[in-house]
């Protein structure tokens, strides 16, 4: 038995326009005050000589990354859907879905790195 809710045309339910749109802005929000949390705050102790830093190397790349598919998402909203280029028939990731997969996965990163050389030229060990 299929317990996913459907549309009345007896696929997967999936969001409208304006619904996509606003589940962006809410995740880019929440993006704005974990990166101020987690990287900004810690850069502001860092360059003010704080003895310890608090920091999440989790969201550190993680919120890059949802901040960038939360502004794609707002503009092409959609992406929150299965019929997009980003995914095949079978519901599984096309090799477009996959570049933009690595693609952020390579921002996330080179972010994290750009992260802690900050805090290693402010004389911290990160």
């Known amino acids: 038995m299929n317990d996913q809710p459907t549309n009345p045309v007896g696929g997967p339910r999936t969001l409208s326009p304006v619904a996509a749109r606003v589940v962006g802005v809410l995740l880019l929000l929440c ?3 974990l990166g101020y949390l987690s990287i900004y705050t810690p850069l502001r102790q860092a360059q003010q000589h704080a003895a310890s830093l608090h920091f999440s190397d989790k969201a550190v790349i993680f919120v890059p990354v949802v901040a960038i598919l939360s502004l794609l998402v707002i503009a ?21 879905g996959w570049l933009i997969i690595a ?6 990163a080179g972010f994290y790195i750009w992260f802690h050389g900050q805090l290693k030229a402010l004389g911290y060990e990160a």
């Open 31 to 33: 993006c704005g005050v």
């Open 103 to 108: 693609v952020l996965l390579a921002i996330g």
């Open 76 to 96: 092409f909203p959609k992406m929150s859907t299965y019929d997009t280029i980003l995914v095949t028939k079978t519901k599984k990731l096309s090799l477009v």
